[in-house]
């Protein structure tokens, strides 16, 4: 019932940009969110798009992420500028709640970020 596919990752240097897509049917089912695992940490949760685009981002990303979704609601977007090393990570996409918590116990590949200086 789940179909996502993480997309954008790749290596950039301290400062730069990136766009991570996240793509499939579920994406116009429910509420999306994006999450990151830093090596040897747990996955916390970056940033979520609500439905009539209530917006969260976690207080580290704030002025620098921005999550959006198309008009087709088939994919949502994480922009990510002003990259630092702390943002390395592998990124993934899940379904949420109106509470902002994961609809399921479910984890794609995702896309790895890496940022070096």
């Known amino acids: 019932q789940i179909h996502l596919e993480e997309s954008g990752g790749g290596l950039v240097q301290v400062g730069g940009s990136l766009r991570l897509a996240c793509a499939g049917r579920?994406?116009?089912?429910?509420?999306m969110g994006w999450f990151r695992q830093p090596p040897g940490k747990e996955r916390e949760l970056v940033a979520s798009i609500m439905w009539f685009d209530t917006l969260y981002y976690q207080d580290s990303v704030k002025g620098r992420f921005t999550i959006s979704r198309d008009n087709t609601k088939t994919t949502v977007y994480l922009q990510m500028n002003s990259l630092k090393p702390e943002d390395t990570a592998v990124y993934y996409c899940?379904?949420?709640?109106?509470?902002?918590?994961?609809?399921?116990?479910?984890w794609g590949q995702g896309t790895q970020v890496t940022v070096s200086s």
């Open positions: 579920t994406v116009g089912q429910y509420n």
């Open positions: 899940a379904p949420m709640s109106e509470q902002n918590y994961p609809v399921f116990d479910w």
